[in-house]
């Protein structure tokens, strides 16, 4: 077991691993189960035509720092409806998010023995390498990504 408190668990073949091998097979982990009907995606044509920049829930970083209420569930929301936002007013200048970005599309770019140097590790309260994420059960349904992560606990 990890200092994070997870087992360590089977190691997952990553997206481009999985692709590599039959790019027309999609594996049962990755696939959404006993979905509602309101719960299923919309059509791409339908998401890409009728989603634009102002959908995409826009969190201000500075307002949550004040202790805003309203901001704090606006976050709330994204996180639970959409899953993810954009956060503005975070102090992080556009050099260093430039570079981040830059150095991303590097390392993706690289082929895949490369990027597999990097392999996802869960050691003394951090979780960082290339791969997929820590899965936690059997029954969890995998994401469809690959990541490159680097998380410590304290």
């Not at 997870?6 to 049962?28: F, R």
């Not at 392999?119 to 290339?130: H, N, P, Q, V």
């Amino acid at each position: 077991m990890s200092s994070l408190g997870i087992a360590s668990p089977p190691v997952e073949p990553n997206v481009q691993e999985l692709v590599g091998s039959d790019p027309l097979k999609i594996p049962e982990k990755h696939l959404l189960k006993n979905i509602d009907e309101q719960d299923k995606p919309k059509s791409i044509e339908t998401t890409c035509d009728d989603l634009s920049s102002d959908d995409i829930p826009i969190v201000d970083f500075s307002l949550l720092a004040s202790g805003n209420e309203e901001e704090l569930n606006k976050l709330d929301l994204a996180c639970k409806e959409w899953g993810f936002f954009q956060l503005v007013n975070h102090g992080v200048e556009r050099e260093v998010l430039q570079g981040m970005k830059d150095g991303s599309a590097k390392f993706f770019g690289l082929p895949l023995e490369e990027k597999n140097k990097f392999a996802m590790s869960t050691t003394e309260g951090k979780l960082e390498g290339y791969g997929k994420p820590v899965v936690t059960t059997e029954e969890q349904t995998l994401d469809w990504s690959d990541a490159l992560e680097k998380m410590e606990t304290r």
